[in-house]
């Protein structure tokens, strides 16, 4: 089995920023891609961005382009997601995800989950 734990959620007003981590840890594949998503109020979980084993490929919702970054240390199996320009509309549950390809990230179907960390954007 894999754990995955996040951190770094918490409360900011808008126009500030955040760093989530999440890391993994137990059954570590050799090769595996990790992402964030994240649910609002009411609303499905959606795609926010992954990233490769390599840390060469990344992908990102259009919602976030140009103010979120992915990035990730494979010495500490830990991905990272640094928020900037952050927008009330940026409020979920933010959930890290690990996966045996990225494909599989990308498509909202990774093997495991976090579970979850609150990111509030107040106005």
């Known amino acids: 089995q894999v754990q995955l734990v996040e951190s770094g959620g918490g409360l900011v007003q808008a126009g500030g920023s955040l760093r989530l981590s999440c890391a993994a840890s137990?059954?570590?594949?050799?090769?595996?891609?990790m992402g964030w998503f994240r649910q609002a109020p009411g609303k499905e979980r959606e795609f926010v961005t992954a990233?490769?084993?390599?840390?060469?490929?990344?992908s990102y919702a259009d919602s976030v382009k140009g103010r979120f970054t992915i990035s990730r240390d494979n010495a500490k199996n830990t991905v990272y997601l640094q928020m900037n320009s952050l927008k009330p509309e940026d409020t979920a549950v933010y959930y890290c995800?690990?996966?045996?390809?990225?494909?599989?990230?990308?498509?909202?179907?990774?093997?495991?989950w976090g579970q979850g960390t609150q990111v509030t954007v107040s106005s």
């Open positions: 995800a690990l996966g045996t390809t990225y494909g599989t990230v990308v498509a909202g179907t990774p093997q495991y």
């Open positions: 137990g059954r570590i594949f050799v090769t595996y891609a």
């Open positions: 990233i490769n084993r390599s840390g060469g490929s990344t």
